[in-house]
């Protein structure tokens, strides 16, 4: 009988017949809104494209993604402040040289500050062991010498895992990761020595380079997107708790034409602020620690 190979991390464990918690103050959907705040290399290394790209220097991405960090993200912590949202900043280490003034904005509204590799120009999962263990490090010490402490959890560049990633996270002290996207609640994952390591869930449909970057969606169809899985999820919610995140990168719904949509999603969600929990992935990792052992899969 053919035995496919399994990464051994975590077990099949059906949403129904889960045992059941809530959240705090007794509700039943967690929302968070993760912002990546990241730099690119120029003329090298990777990128999300605007359009096909040419010989480098490819100065028509660079550009499109470097509007992001000097214009976008500001019109969008405009509104995050207006309709009092709290964020989890995702931030690549290489933006305290670039842009320190926006890691300093996200830190001045007490946003989470989410370890996001060194840059977007690369990815983890391709180097062995003991360079990815050192780009972690890089990464994990910068933020903890700017921040005044180490960052809770983690999104690899590129959602990029080697096969020793949880291992190299649960060892560097992190406590979630955000990397994988197969299930709408917090599930524990299994790493050597006896360590272990909590998967919250990341969206990769409400997330907008997929959408919108990938499935070509339009700014207004992505904001049906969140606004019908929100409403869809608070509908779910009442049977179990769950966690929605969304996904946002300021290149691409920082422009004005996407923002005037996005804010029409963020105004919905925000009116059911006394519903649903309005949080962070690391409160949500802290809620789940908290929990008698073998209520989180």
Same mark, same amino acid.
């Given at each position: 009988?053919?035995?496919?190979?399994?990464? %051994?991390?975590?077990?099949?464990?059906?949403?129904? %017949?889960?045992? @059941?918690?809530?959240?705090?103050?007794?509700?039943?959907?967690?929302?968070?809104?993760?912002?990546?705040?990241?730099?690119?290399?120029?003329?090298?290394? $990777?990128?999300?494209?605007?359009?096909?790209?040419?010989?480098?220097?490819?100065?028509?991405?660079?550009?499109?993604?470097?509007?992001?960090?000097?214009?976008?993200?500001?019109?969008?912590? @405009?509104?995050?402040?207006?309709?009092?949202?709290?964020?989890?900043? $995702?931030?690549?280490?290489?933006?305290?040289?670039?842009?320190?003034? $926006?890691?300093?904005?996200?830190?001045?509204?007490?946003?989470?500050?989410?370890?996001?590799?060194?840059?977007?120009?690369?990815?983890?999962?391709?180097? @062995?062991?003991?360079?990815?263990?050192?780009?972690?490090?890089?990464?994990?010490?910068?933020?903890?010498?700017?921040?005044?402490?180490?960052?809770?959890?983690?999104? %690899?560049?590129?959602?990029?895992?080697?096969?020793?990633?949880?291992?190299?996270?649960?060892?560097?002290?992190?406590?979630?990761?955000?990397?994988?996207?197969?299930?709408?609640?917090?599930?524990?994952?299994?790493?050597?020595?006896?360590?272990?390591?909590?998967?919250?869930?990341?969206?990769?449909?409400?997330?907008?380079?997929?959408?919108?970057? %990938?499935?070509?969606?339009?700014?207004?169809?992505?904001?049906?997107?969140?606004?019908?899985?929100? @409403?869809?999820?608070?509908?779910?919610?009442?049977?179990?708790?769950?966690?929605?995140?969304?996904?946002?990168?300021?290149?691409?719904?920082?422009?004005?034409?996407?923002?005037?949509?996005?804010?029409?999603?963020?105004?919905?969600?925000?009116?059911?602020?006394?519903?649903?929990? $309005?949080?962070?992935?690391?409160?949500?990792?802290?809620?789940?620690?908290?929990?008698?052992?073998?209520?989180?899969?």
């Amino acid at each position: 009988m053919m035995k496919l190979q399994s990464h %051994g991390r975590y077990d099949y464990v059906p949403l129904r %017949g889960r045992p @059941d918690y809530s959240w705090p103050s007794h509700r039943r959907l967690a929302v968070y809104f993760a912002l990546n705040l990241e730099h690119f290399s120029f003329g090298e290394g $990777l990128g999300a494209e605007l359009a096909p790209g040419g010989p480098q220097p490819d100065i028509l991405n660079y550009a499109w993604r470097d509007y992001g960090n000097r214009v976008g993200v500001w019109y969008m912590l @405009d509104v995050f402040d207006e309709l009092r949202l709290p964020l989890a900043a $995702l931030v690549n280490s290489a933006m305290y040289d670039y842009a320190p003034q $926006l890691v300093a904005a996200c830190r001045t509204r007490g946003d989470e500050i989410v370890g996001h590799g060194r840059t977007n120009a690369e990815r983890q999962g391709i180097l @062995d062991e003991p360079a990815e263990k050192l780009l972690i490090k890089e990464a994990t010490d910068r933020i903890a010498a700017e921040e005044g402490r180490p960052p809770e959890g983690w999104l %690899g560049p590129w959602i990029s895992h080697s096969h020793v990633t949880p291992d190299l996270l649960a060892e560097a002290g992190y406590g979630y990761m955000l990397d994988w996207c197969m299930d709408d609640q917090p599930v524990w994952f299994r790493c050597r020595g006896e360590k272990r390591i909590l998967s919250v869930p990341y969206p990769q449909e409400a997330n907008d380079i997929p959408s919108i970057v %990938g499935r070509k969606d339009g700014a207004a169809q992505f904001a049906e997107i969140l606004i019908d899985q929100f @409403d869809e999820m608070m509908e779910l919610s009442k049977a179990r708790p769950l966690v929605m995140g969304i996904a946002l990168h300021a290149y691409i719904v920082g422009q004005p034409h996407r923002l005037r949509h996005l804010k029409r999603a963020l105004r919905h969600i925000a009116k059911h602020r006394d519903r649903i929990w $309005l949080t962070t992935p690391g409160a949500i990792a802290r809620h789940c620690l908290s929990l008698p052992h073998g209520i989180v899969p």
